[in-house]
RNA sequence: GCUGAUGUGGCUCAAUGGCAGAGCAUCUCACUCGUAAUGAGAAGGUUGUGGGUUCGAUUCCCACCAUCAGCUCCA
């Protein structure tokens, strides 16, 4: 193999690689303009590289672009990347003599028996584990982007100080470079922020930070998700309830929320005794399977709930649909006895699948374990967990490991959906639960008569219906199946003689159940279909007096094609269809 | 919450220490038109909120609120 195709930007090892010397070349650039610049850290991420910086003041764009116009200087110098070791008392005399307390720090904290390295270029030398590429002159100078400067605390730690991180992007040549920024620009058109203020589907004021307000056409879209929502878990069984919103302090107590997340939830205070707004549906979902007996006959017994949660969320964390202080859940809590429980998870994934293919979204899966805070014993989560993992190995599914991150009563999987700029969200999620079945005593009898503990799952497939219509806007960029559209069809006349044929057939859609709507403004039929088309609505049927001679609509897409004039009979059954079967289009 | 930036009609954006402007949207009038913007006119603003500096503040300063980017968080 040549050289050139083993540096191939192809292969994610070699990507990684490259940024990861990007990353130094930024910390030798600014340790040559701004000597006085202490170092932390610079990987290599997903989509670039980092550095963080101890600097008072954040950088400018005028001195990121200094910072730029440096590093093209070291890769055009061709430095050697040279890597050497040193023993640990060595490498710690070494930082400490250059001045970099952060890089002490570092070597500190590394295990007894880690290799200590370094790499040298040129004048400058860092503390790393590498690997990286033989020479600043492999790196593409002119294809190098300093992106954003940033706040990030040290070591993730938001209790240490505040460091300065500069993000890069790079590529082996410019025109890469160019259409990256290109696809980012084209990105933050499908911001679905900006879509569902366009769109006119919901808003936020500042009256009410993180309360969104959804609009008629967000509402639509909102009852339509829902109703496929109960479609889809009537077919697995499911029933449905809905608890109250607010409950009193006891009941939080009693399920561990109180101590664990009271800093997040809406309290208040009614005839003398606390109330807590509930930012979850689980421990009303136990008083109402503890409101009367079971047998082992009902179990899995599934029960869904559409549920208005409140939480909290700090205000730097919000962001449009995504991050919000109040949203629906699509929840469901599962009572199984413990032998069902692989079942119950897999049949629980083959819904997800099911739900996330007819948005044809795709998912990442991560398996979140016992937190530091967390109740139960360790042995009792060391056995969910393998349930879980077990179960959705067994499916062929791929996961990763999020190491201390399950919920403070149990494991679980999480699902993952990608917005627009390829940020991901969590969406669905599966907790596998014997804590709370225990704290509320929750019951079932056997076969044997005996009185058992169930186990439960909490699980949402869309998981906020807030985030969700956030996500399917971005991944449609506005432009929604037929079956979600608010607005399906739209009549568009051509001169005012049209406008009582426009009606009829409107009348005749919605007698179907379409959502239709009419133009009947006096504008050229140019500019209605124009604005039709931003509106992204599916059809548009423009009438006028050939189609009211002949009885027909001519009907064009979204998408430019003009379909041409056919019944309004032809028209329906063509609609119809691709709504039976939600087609993507 | 932390660091930084931003906040001007419904929307997108100008401008200035001295009368706040455009386009789109809205309303009115004319045009009755066949597949991505017809023309003319009118109306619409205490420049996020509250203080301060100044003869005068939308502009400069301070505080707060919200938004944006990132960090942290996300049961």
Known sequence: MSEENIYTFENETYRKTYWHTCSHILAQAMKRLHPEVKLAIGPSIDNGFYYDFDTPEPFSETQLAELEAEMRKICKEKLKLERFELPRDEAVKFMEEKGEPYKVELINDLPEDAVISFYKQGDFTDLCAGPHVDS???????????????????????????LQRIYGVAFPKKDELDEYLQRIEEAKKRDHRKLGRELGLFMLRDEGPGFPFFLPKGMVLKNTLLDYWREVHKKYGYVEISTPIMLNRQLWERSGHWDHYKNNMYTTVIDEVDFAVKPMNCPGGMLVYASEP???RDLPLRVGEIGLV?????????????????????DAHVFMTREQMQDVIQETVRLFDEVYSTFGLSYTIELSTMPEDHIGTV??????????????????????????????YGPKLDFHLADSLGRTWQCGTIQLDSQLPERFELEYVGEDGQKHRPVMIHRVVLGSIERFIGVITEHFAGAFPAWLSPVQVKILTVTDRANGYAGEIAAAL?????????DLRNEKIGKKIREATLEKIPYMLVVGDRDIENQTVSVRTRGGEDLGAMSLEAFAALLEEEVRTRTIK
């Open 310 to 330: 409140h939480r909290h969320e700090l205000s730097g964390a919000l962001h449009g649909l995504f991050r919000v202080r109040c949203f629906n859940q699509d």
């Open 379 to 408: 042995e009792e989560w060391e056995r969910n967990q393998d349930i879980l993992k077990a179960a959705i190995t067994d499916m062929g599914k791929d996961f990763v490991i999020n190491e201390g991150d399950g919920a403070f």
């Open 294 to 296: 079971h047998s082992y």
């Open 510 to 518: 919605d007698a179907r159940g379409f959502r239709p709507e009419t």
């Open 136 to 162: 600043t002159g492999r790196i593409k100078g002119n294809a190098i982007k300093l992106t954003a400067c940033n706040a990030a605390y040290w070591r993730g730690d938001s209790s240490r100080q505040t």
